[in-house]
């Protein structure tokens, strides 16, 4: 199969990251930035606002691109694009996630403790490119 091209949404509030934990399909159980593939007609902005939508319920507005990670997971190839979005509520008390759409949970992990999770392929690198986890020593 060709390459696919995804989104997902970098959203840090407080010292801690929205994330979502895959609830179907590859890496079941593995935990990811909020996000999905691009529709047909979808600006990335408009993708990445609407998956956050869809999988956590909180809205926010994308910003700027943070990175970009490809994976291939044995089926198909992806090319996800990431990119910080700025929340349109910016606590966390006003941006309570709610697991939606193929996420089996959503929630704000403290920035240094994402690295004890099970992260889904290309998160970790990600994570450290843009200086969310720190580099090994």
């Not at 956590?56 to 700027?64: D, E, N």
Request: glycine share 12%; charged share 25%.
């Amino acid at each position: 199969m060709g390459l696919l091209i995804a989104v997902a949404a970098i959203a840090v509030c407080e010292g801690h990251i929205l994330m979502v934990q895959r609830g179907r399909g590859v890496g079941i159980g593995t935990w990811a930035p909020p996000g999905g593939k691009l529709e047909a007609g979808e600006t990335l902005e408009e993708a990445v606002e609407r998956e956050l939508l869809e999988e956590t319920g909180v809205t926010a507005r994308a910003t700027s691109p943070a990175g970009w990670v490809e994976v291939h997971n044995g089926v198909n190839r992806y090319l996800i694009i990431d990119y910080f979005v700025e929340l349109d509520d910016a606590t966390i008390q006003g941006n309570v996630p709610v697991a939606g759409d193929d996420a089996k949970d959503a929630r704000w992990f403290a920035v240094e403790s994402v690295e004890d999770l099970v992260l889904a392929d290309g998160v970790q690198g990600l994570f450290r490119e843009i200086h969310i986890i720190s580099r090994p020593s």
